[in-house]
């Protein structure tokens, strides 16, 4: 039947977009890399929505995901820092390379996801395509703003070892997914949503990377609060 192949086809998309984007990385055109991340996350949103409506889901669907979120949300990603550090004229040529460890931890975290059956209601770790919208975003604004300064080379080395944890951590993030509408219960989620406007309206592309932040950092208040 012809509609088993429609979710296959809409992953397979989402794999192209991160190979375009990979490819405008490589050419240093950050905005058009992260617009095709963005396309790639559409095609991902979709894929297992159109499986699970038309009752066609399958493992080899789910790998390929996999595979395609891999290369969309975690190589383009990993050559958007690697072709930014080229172009800071750091003086370290093995630094850029080291940019390519978070295409591993991707991997790692996608197999991860994969096997992991606490993540039906939120995610354990920070998801892939968030960590590749906080990349993409990021970097975009610096070349915009043409921020540059002494050391601002470390400071992305840094970040980049710090999103290779989250990605993998056993830190229990929140998904936008809602039982009910109602305030009680969903706070945290009605709070990232209303804040996510103005970080947006005030930053531009770059507030994409303050949402991804700020999002880490509410899912983190969740759980201390959930402790007490």
Request: glycine share 8%; net charge negative; charged share 15%.
């Amino acid at each position: 039947m012809f509609k088993k192949h429609i979710p296959n086809t809409i992953t397979c998309c989402n794999l192209i977009s991160g190979c375009i984007a990979t490819l405008y990385a490589f050419e240093a055109n950050f905005d058009m890399a992260l617009l095709f991340i963005i396309i790639g996350a559409v095609f991902d949103f979709f894929d297992g929505m159109s499986a699970r409506l038309l009752g066609v889901s399958s493992p080899i669907g789910k790998e390929l995901d996999s595979l395609a979120d891999d290369i969309t949300f975690g190589f383009a990603p990993s050559a958007i820092v690697f072709s930014y550090l080229c172009t800071s004229h750091t003086h370290l040529v093995w630094m850029p390379y080291l940019a390519f460890v978070m295409a591993a931890f991707s991997a790692l975290r996608l197999a991860k996801f994969n096997l992991d059956e606490r993540q039906a209601l939120g995610f354990i770790g920070l998801p892939t395509p968030a960590n590749a919208l906080f990349w993409g975003s990021l970097v975009c604004g610096l070349t915009e703003y043409e921020v540059a300064f002494d050391g601002l080379e470390w400071i992305i080395l840094v970040g980049t070892f710090i999103s290779c944890y989250l990605l993998i951590a056993e830190i229990p993030m929140f998904a936008l997914k809602f039982k009910h509408w109602g305030w009680k219960g969903n706070e945290i989620k009605y709070v990232f949503v209303l804040s996510c406007v103005p970080l947006l309206l005030l930053l531009g592309v770059s507030g994409f990377a303050a949402i991804i932040a700020w999002y880490v950092v509410l899912s983190e208040f969740a759980n201390v609060t959930k402790k007490k």
